[in-house]
RNA sequence: GCCGGGGUGGCGGAAUUGGCAGACGCACAGGACUUAAAAUCCUGGGAUCGGCAACGAUCGUGUGGGUUCGAUUCCCACCCUCGGUACCA
């Protein structure tokens, strides 16, 4: 059997924007589960032939990757997004299966002739290798357990064995393959296949280390140069080649396993290869690799990789070939919630389906689920849906039509949300395109990274097929993205392991005990989960604290990047910091909202250093508020505060000034220190507070003066002192000269406005 | 195993990317106000050594090397930790 028995794209062409399904290139496949589970895991599915709907991601992979780079994106989540697509790129190799009359001169011969085939023949098992050089090394070759193949290899001897391992293989969860992972199990066929670089019969195995759903499902062994191949040979006694000849330092790294064993020189190397520990899988040189058209001994691995290539592709019996590791997209459900696809059945004169499929017209969309009473899963392919008589038939042209009763997966909403944002009312259409112009792409994207292979893939797939049918401007549809951290909190547990939910913990001096009993318990960090009851709601700080409070707090914890250990310890900071704030601006003493009597009326008030405090604080707090860095931006409006508080006259321009710096992080209580300042329209419309350079430059600066590296003094000097008065300065102070006697200059490190560094040696 | 983050005071974290390590905050200590407490305000603080003191010296950013006048920052090796992934030929 193969995983698609018949795909195909489907023939017509619609323009509707809504109509996704058609939009994305649809494949039906049909997938015969016979090793499936259900998607819970926990029971095999039935063996029962499901006709789904597949997208095909496949073809958008390289694009997928490749635009990677214009994206600033975090390195982390590009490099799952390319592992996930998992490119690589090898050589697709036929090797003839050994019956009895076979004849190898003459099977190349053939080839030679005819050329490679696009599907090989049925007695040809092709293989996929990233290792095409190391072909003369291929000394058995093993097929997935569902391999269709395997029926035909297997002999009446091994027949029994066979099926015996096919039922267990089929059998093992994917927990099981995992734990199984260092043992090689597996077992001979019986039948053998022709080596086709050099005619040698090799055995045919099957093992569950090899998988049905990548490359051909079918590979060459090479154990000495394969990790798996190389323990599963040991396993099983098959023999071993070495055909690259590995580096100096890795055989001298790589000693024969046995007490006092010599490291292998490469003289024995190929003796003693079966010896080693490992097998040698990296970059080295070609060797016993020859045969009369081809010869890669003495060859670097990269150029024998395009030899061997070239010389298959001259012989007929392979060619370069690109596999993934994406797979096409699953896109049927079998249950109710979900948008119905908007394809029907086209249903003969007895009410069976003919096999035409049309897509639903864009005027009748968008297809809504029909009321049912009863939506609970079927295990019938149709899915509940299938239960709804009356909607599934539609007659069009006098043609009859059943609707397809399977569902989308939640991904298809959060593929395309982003794009209904733009226009989130209009009923005509799924978003307007100059609304779409204007507003995309998304500039900023933060979401957690927990999304960083599944949605973030699917809907820079979705968005590049609708970028080729021309209903998005843009081929990538969110330009930078920042992965918040996560806010982790303290599990706490009695001491017989049991969780307890964190509404239960009375926090004392000294630690946490349980609220009921009085026990005191043991924590252990971990991320919030509603399973383990230490989610702790946000209710409890906003109740005591404000809104304000908790946002900032959150806020100042730490980069939003970084994952945080969730504390009340601090928030009492961020509290006194607010109520500062406010008593900066404010007369507390006062009945109604007043200015404080500090706080002057004319902007022109402001004396010099506080203008060079204001100016600074917007100078870092704009850069920070850019860069996203919001902690640091808190701590300066912190500074700007016990600066400020301090001063008898605080010039009202520059409280606007800080109220309006604050207000993206503390709205509520900005909105009020905005009316006290005198304004009736909302802080939300007045623009962000503007720097003047001229207020940051410094006439004169400190500069630590260095001996040796070593910090020794100070001097305060003009900003735009030369060189040499910085020098002369240096050399000066009382504490440097101190430190320099019985020392001579040797040479004197200047960086303007930073640093002065004096190298001395001993007279 | 592989890929990608991270490791800085008692704690959360700063450090304009090679130029004064520890900003800001928490907790702590001392003081002011108060009958008292809360609230508020002021002061202190990486460690060790010397000094009544201001100060001075030495050490110090996971460990060990290296490059450099100078390294939390760059390079090499290793340890720990968090996230992702897992027989992908």
Same mark, same amino acid.
């Given at each position: 059997?193969?995983?698609?028995?018949?795909?195909?794209?489907?023939?017509?062409?619609?323009?509707?924007?809504?109509?996704?399904?058609?939009?994305?290139?649809?494949?039906?496949?049909?997938?015969?589960?016979?090793?499936?589970?259900?998607?819970?895991?926990?029971?095999?599915?039935?063996?029962?032939?499901?006709?789904?709907?597949?997208?095909?991601?496949?073809?958008?992979?390289?694009?997928?990757?490749?635009?990677?780079?214009?994206?600033?994106?975090?390195?982390?989540?590009?490099?799952?997004?390319?592992?996930?697509?998992?490119?690589?790129?090898?050589?697709?190799?036929?090797?003839?299966?050994?019956?009895?009359?076979?004849?190898?001169?003459?099977? =190349?011969?053939?080839?030679?002739?005819?050329?490679?085939?696009?599907?090989?023949?049925?007695?040809?098992?092709?293989?996929?290798?990233?290792?095409?050089?190391?072909?003369?090394?291929?000394?058995?070759?093993?097929?997935?357990?569902?391999?269709?193949? /395997?029926?035909?290899?297997?002999?009446?001897?091994?027949?029994?064995? &066979?099926?015996?391992?096919?039922?267990?293989?089929?059998?093992?969860?994917?927990?099981?393959?995992?734990?199984?992972?260092?043992?090689?199990?597996?077992?001979?066929?019986?039948?053998?296949?022709?080596?086709? /670089?050099? %005619?040698?019969?090799?055995?045919?195995?099957?093992?569950?280390?090899?998988?049905?759903?990548?490359?051909?499902?079918?590979?060459?062994?090479?154990?000495?140069?394969?990790?798996?191949? !190389?323990?599963?040979?040991?396993?099983?006694?098959?023999?071993?080649?070495?055909?690259?000849?590995?580096?100096?330092?890795?055989?001298?790294?790589?000693?024969?396993?046995?007490?006092?064993?010599?490291?292998?020189?490469?003289?024995?190397?190929?003796?003693?290869?079966?010896?080693?520990?490992?097998?040698?899988?990296?970059?080295?040189? %070609?060797?016993?690799?020859?045969?009369?058209?081809?010869?890669?001994?003495?060859?670097?691995?990269?150029?024998?990789?395009?030899?061997?290539?070239?010389?298959?592709?001259?012989?007929?019996?392979?060619?370069?070939?690109?596999?993934?590791?994406?797979?096409?997209?699953?896109?049927?459900?079998?249950?109710?919630?979900?948008?119905?696809?908007?394809?029907?059945?086209?249903?003969?004169?007895?009410?069976?389906?003919?096999?035409?499929?049309?897509?639903?017209?864009?005027?009748?969309?968008?297809?809504?689920?029909?009321?049912?009473?009863?939506?609970?899963?079927?295990?019938?392919?149709?899915?509940?849906?299938?239960?709804?008589?009356?909607?599934?038939?539609?007659?069009?042209?006098?043609?009859?039509?059943?609707?397809?009763?399977?569902?989308?997966?939640?991904?298809?909403?959060?593929? @395309?949300? #982003?794009?209904?944002?733009?226009?989130?009312?209009?009923? #005509?259409?799924?978003?307007?395109?100059?609304?779409?112009?204007?507003?995309?792409?998304?500039?900023?994207?933060?979401?957690?990274?927990?999304?960083?292979?599944?949605?973030?893939?699917?809907?820079?797939?979705?968005?590049?097929?609708?970028?080729?049918?021309?209903?998005?401007? =843009?081929?990538?549809?969110?330009?930078?993205?920042?992965?918040? %951290?996560?806010?982790?909190?303290?599990?706490?547990?009695?001491?017989?392991?049991? &969780?307890?939910?964190?509404?239960?913990?009375?926090?004392?001096?000294?630690?946490?005990?349980?609220?009921?009993?009085?026990?005191?318990?043991?924590?252990?960090?971990?991320?919030?989960?509603?399973?383990?009851?230490?989610?702790?709601?946000?209710?409890?700080?906003?109740?005591?604290?404000?809104?304000?409070? =908790?946002?900032?707090?959150?806020?100042?914890? %730490?980069?939003?990047?970084?994952?945080?250990?969730?504390?009340?310890?601090?928030?009492?900071?961020?509290?006194?910091?607010?109520?500062?704030? @406010?008593?900066?601006?404010?007369?507390?003493?006062?009945?109604?909202?007043?200015?404080?009597?500090?706080?002057?009326?004319?902007?022109?008030?402001?004396?010099?250093?506080?203008?060079?405090?204001?100016?600074?604080?917007?100078?870092?707090?704009?850069?920070?508020?850019?860069?996203?860095?919001?902690?640091?931006?808190?701590?300066?409006?912190?500074? !700007?505060?016990?600066?400020?508080?301090?001063?008898?006259?605080?010039?009202?321009?520059?409280?606007?000034?800080?109220?309006?710096?604050?207000?993206?992080?503390?709205?509520?209580?900005?909105?009020?220190?905005?009316?006290?300042?005198?304004?009736?329209?909302?802080?939300?419309?007045?623009?962000?507070?503007?720097?003047?350079?001229?207020?940051?430059?410094?006439?004169?600066?400190?500069?630590?003066?260095? $001996?040796?590296?070593?910090?020794?003094?100070?001097?305060?000097?003009?900003?735009?002192?030369?060189?040499?008065?910085?020098?002369?300065?240096?050399?000066?102070?009382?504490? /440097?000269?101190?430190?320099?006697?019985?020392?001579?200059?040797?040479?004197? $490190?200047?960086?303007?406005?930073?640093?002065?560094?004096?190298?001395?040696?001993?007279?």
């Amino acid at each position: 059997m193969g995983l698609y028995r018949d795909s195909f794209r489907l023939a017509y062409q619609a323009e509707s924007p809504v109509n996704w399904c058609e939009a994305l290139g649809t494949v039906l496949a049909d997938e015969e589960v016979i090793n499936g589970r259900s998607e819970r895991g926990d029971h095999p599915v039935h063996r029962i032939p499901l006709r789904q709907w597949m997208l095909r991601i496949t073809a958008y992979a390289d694009r997928l990757v490749e635009d990677l780079e214009k994206l600033e994106w975090p390195d982390a989540i590009k490099e799952m997004q390319k592992n996930w697509v998992g490119r690589s790129q090898g050589a697709e190799v036929d090797f003839p299966i050994e019956t009895s009359g076979f004849e190898y001169d003459a099977w =190349t011969a053939g080839r030679k002739n005819a050329g490679f085939p696009e599907e090989p023949e049925h007695d040809v098992i092709r293989v996929y290798t990233t290792r095409p050089d190391t072909l003369f090394g291929a000394t058995y070759m093993v097929l997935a357990p569902e391999h269709p193949l /395997v029926e035909k290899l297997t002999t009446d001897e091994q027949r029994s064995e &066979v099926n015996k391992y096919i039922e267990y293989a089929s059998t093992l969860s994917e927990e099981d393959r995992i734990a199984g992972h260092s043992e090689k199990n597996g077992v001979f066929t019986g039948g053998y296949a022709v080596n086709p /670089v050099n %005619g040698e019969n090799i055995p045919v195995w099957i093992a569950d280390y090899v998988l049905i759903s990548y490359g051909t499902g079918a590979i060459m062994a090479v154990p000495g140069h394969d990790q798996r191949d !190389f323990e599963f040979a040991k396993t099983f006694g098959l023999p071993i080649r070495a055909v690259v000849m590995p580096t100096e330092e890795w055989l001298d790294r790589l000693r024969p396993s046995g007490r006092n064993q010599a490291p292998l020189s490469r003289d024995t190397y190929a003796r003693d290869i079966g010896l080693l520990s490992e097998a040698f899988t990296e970059n080295g040189e %070609g060797m016993q690799s020859a045969n009369e058209g081809v010869s890669l001994d003495g060859l670097p691995t990269d150029q024998a990789k395009e030899k061997i290539t070239g010389w298959l592709v001259h012989s007929g019996i392979g060619h370069p070939a690109v596999k993934y590791k994406l797979r096409d997209w699953l896109f049927s459900r079998q249950r109710y919630w979900g948008e119905p696809i908007p394809i029907l059945h086209a249903l003969d004169s007895e009410g069976k389906p003919t096999g035409i499929i049309q897509a639903v017209r864009e005027d009748e969309l968008p297809v809504l689920l029909p009321e049912m009473d009863d939506f609970k899963p079927t295990g019938n392919p149709a899915g509940p849906l299938g239960k709804a008589a009356e909607w599934i038939r539609i007659r069009r042209d006098g043609q009859s039509f059943a609707r397809e009763t399977n569902t989308m997966p939640q991904w298809a909403g959060s593929c @395309w949300y #982003y794009l209904r944002f733009c226009d989130p009312k209009n009923r #005509y259409q799924a978003f307007d395109p100059g609304k779409e112009k204007y507003w995309m792409p998304v500039d900023l994207y933060v979401g957690g990274a927990e999304h960083a292979v599944l949605h973030l893939l699917y809907s820079r797939f979705w968005h590049k097929v609708l970028f080729d049918r021309g209903h998005v401007s =843009t081929i990538e549809p969110f330009l930078k993205l920042v992965n918040q %951290g996560m806010i982790l909190s303290t599990t706490y547990r009695t001491s017989d392991s049991r &969780v307890v939910p964190y509404s239960l913990i009375e926090f004392r001096e000294g630690g946490a005990f349980y609220e009921k009993t009085g026990e005191e318990l043991d924590g252990v960090t971990e991320k919030m989960s509603k399973a383990r009851g230490n989610v702790i709601s946000v209710d409890v700080p906003i109740q005591k604290y404000g809104a304000d409070t =908790t946002r900032l707090y959150e806020m100042f914890m %730490g980069p939003l990047e970084s994952t945080k250990p969730w504390s009340m310890q601090g928030v009492a900071g961020i509290s006194r910091f607010l109520n500062r704030a @406010w008593r900066m601006i404010v007369d507390e003493s006062s009945e109604g909202l007043e200015l404080h009597s500090s706080v002057v009326k004319e902007g022109a008030a402001a004396d010099l250093q506080q203008l060079r405090v204001l100016h600074k604080t917007i100078d870092s707090v704009t850069r920070d508020m850019e860069s996203l860095s919001f902690n640091t931006a808190i701590s300066r409006l912190m500074e !700007f505060v016990n600066y400020f508080t301090g001063q008898a006259v605080r010039p009202r321009s520059c409280m606007e000034s800080f109220v309006l710096m604050l207000s993206p992080m503390a709205p509520h209580i900005c909105e009020e220190l905005w009316q006290v300042l005198g304004h009736s329209e909302s802080i939300a419309h007045a623009s962000w507070p503007v720097l003047d350079p001229r207020y940051i430059l410094e006439s004169s600066v400190e500069i630590p003066v260095q $001996i040796n590296g070593k910090v020794r003094g100070r001097i305060t000097i003009a900003a735009d002192a030369d060189q040499n008065e910085l020098e002369q300065a240096a050399l000066s102070d009382p504490n /440097v000269k101190k430190h320099l006697e019985g020392h001579s200059v040797r040479k004197i $490190i200047v960086i303007p406005k930073k640093m002065i560094n004096i190298v001395a040696v001993p007279k």
